[in-house]
């Protein structure tokens, strides 16, 4: 197993592929993944269906490039099974932020 350097010379994450690698990142999902074990998406849709809405993975509704303070902030945070999340990424690959947004807010006011 290779060696990690000290914590002096680790480096910060600069972007948000960066910050997805990090351990606060991995933290945060993880326990974001046992508060919320199932997909809020398929939940808001009612598609509950127990071979679609496999693995999850943990969303940020408004992404961390146009608001980086609310990388950490659960309001933030969609759980998303992984048909879900590829769905979204797909919307914002596309250019389509305010969309993947509106629709982020929406699914997470609902479900509150």
């Known amino acids: 197993m290779p060696k990690l350097p000290p914590i002096a010379k680790r480096k910060k994450a600069k972007t ?35 071979l679609s809405c496999q693995g999850l993975s943990v969303h940020h509704i408004v992404s961390i490039e146009n608001a980086p303070s609310l990388k950490d902030d659960d309001e933030n945070l969609l759980t998303l099974c992984y048909a879900c999340h590829g769905r979204w990424s797909a919307m914002e690959r ?9 629709e982020g807010r929406e699914v997470k006011e609902r479900l509150e």
């Open 16 to 50: 948000a592929l960066d910050y997805h690698a990090t351990y606060a990142w991995r933290k945060i999902s993880k326990s974001y993944r046992r508060d919320q074990p199932i997909c809020e998406r398929c939940i808001y849709l009612d598609q509950l269906d127990q």
């Open 94 to 102: 596309e250019g389509n932020w305010s969309q993947s947004e509106a």
